[in-house]
T-cell receptor, first 115, second 115 residues
Framework: DVKVTQSSRYLVKRTGEKVFLECVQD?????MFWYRQDPGLGLRLIYF???????EKGDIPEGYSVSREKKERFSLILESASTNQTSMYLC??????????????FGPGTRLTVL | GDSVTQMEGPVTLSEEAFLTINCTYT??????LFWYVQYPGEGLQLLLK?????DKGSNKGFEATYRKETTSFHLEKGSVQVSDSAVYFC??????????????FGQGTTLQVKP
């Protein structure tokens, strides 16, 4: 079974802090994604990565950056947290073969509150 | 651009009732369609998928048929249980992004099943 883990289930930070959210997968998947989930808006893609040191912007990248130094780890960084970044953050992975028809495997999510 | 629209929730049903959650989409090309489920406190997991027109995806008593003529992928279950209480997301693969594996999600529909 694919296992996708996220470093924290709940996180509380203050405005202006730098925040790191970590995602680790154990199935050697090439592709990794970061989403945020907000009520009534579904999931929106922040960033994704196809390979080590590679990253591409999703639909809402402003205020975020990412890092992928190792294949199994994909980090989301909030350079200066703001209250409008309070949300549920979900990491997902998928294999490289036939990307458009493959399911994505999700981590349990990190609920971030910025005060 | 491509998009997914789900019926608004929450949907509240009694146990053993029939469930339909409507999902319609707009897309260019022939995307794959997915239903994901999110149980309380967890990440998303794939419930079922269909990769071409007229395909029926099924799992755990849930079914959905890829209807290209009506651009729909409605989720159905003949007899719901309390354990089906969750948030359900309809999604499609974003073919405009050149086989990136990106998914476009609907806003989610909360289902509550009462004993």
């Amino acid at each position: 079974d694919v296992k996708v883990t996220q470093s924290s289930r709940y996180l509380v930070k203050r405005t202006g802090e730098k925040v790191f959210l970590e995602c680790v997968q154990d199935m050697d998947h090439e592709n990794m994604f970061w989403y945020r989930q907000d009520p009534g808006l579904g999931l929106r893609l922040i960033y994704f990565s196809y390979d080590v040191k590679m990253k591409e912007k999703g639909d809402i990248p402003e205020g975020y950056s990412v890092s992928r130094e190792k294949k199994e780890r994909f980090s989301l960084i909030l350079e200066s947290a703001s209250t409008n970044q309070t949300s549920m953050y979900l990491c997902a992975t998928t294999t490289d073969r036939d990307r458009n028809h493959n399911e994505q495997f999700f981590g349990p999510g990190t609920r971030l509150t910025v005060l | 651009g491509d998009s997914v629209t789900q019926m608004e929730g929450p949907v509240t049903l009694s146990e053993e009732a029939f469930l339909t959650i409507n999902c319609t989409y707009t897309a260019t090309g022939y995307p794959s369609l997915f239903w994901y489920v999110q149980y309380p406190g967890e990440g998303l997991q794939l419930l079922l998928k269909a990769t071409k027109a007229d395909d029926k995806g099924s799992n755990k008593g849930f079914e959905a048929t890829y209807r290209k003529e009506t651009t729909s992928f409605h989720l159905e279950k003949g007899s719901v249980q309390v354990s089906d209480s969750a948030v359900y997301f309809c999604a499609l693969s974003d073919l405009n992004s050149s086989n990136t594996g990106k998914l476009i999600f609907g806003q989610g529909t909360t289902l509550q099943v009462k004993p």
